[in-house]
């Protein structure tokens, strides 16, 4: 897709949903992950309105930074590469 830092949320979603496969909230990453992998394939290019209609960050920060900060420190960094990808596109 488009670096390893999304490749490694793309990963750790899945390990986390074969650990907790019923959890709304890693089947809601996976979801996000998905849109974002599908915006990119469509576009090739990230914008900024695009970036602020991804939730998953503050997915993260509500409801699992407390419980599993490894997961959100991974999806933060992956956010963060979209986000310069976006500000270049500007």
């Given at each position: 897709m488009m670096d390893s830092s999304f490749d490694a949320a793309v990963q750790i979603t899945d390990n986390r949903?074969?650990?907790?496969p019923d959890s709304h909230l890693f089947l809601y990453a996976q979801k996000e992950l998905n849109r974002i992998?599908?915006?990119?394939?469509?576009?090739?290019?990230?914008?900024m309105p695009f970036?602020?209609?991804?939730?998953?960050?503050?997915?993260?920060?509500?409801?699992?930074?407390?419980v599993d900060?490894?997961?959100?420190?991974?999806?933060?960094?992956?956010?963060e590469d979209i986000r310069l990808k976006a500000s270049r596109h500007a």
């Amino acid at each position: 897709m488009m670096d390893s830092s999304f490749d490694a949320a793309v990963q750790i979603t899945d390990n986390r949903l074969q650990s907790f496969p019923d959890s709304h909230l890693f089947l809601y990453a996976q979801k996000e992950l998905n849109r974002i992998n599908s915006f990119w394939d469509d576009h090739k290019y990230f914008d900024m309105p695009f970036y602020d209609s991804i939730n998953i960050g503050v997915m993260c920060a509500r409801e699992l930074e407390a419980v599993d900060p490894k997961y959100c420190d991974i999806i933060y960094n992956a956010l963060e590469d979209i986000r310069l990808k976006a500000s270049r596109h500007a």
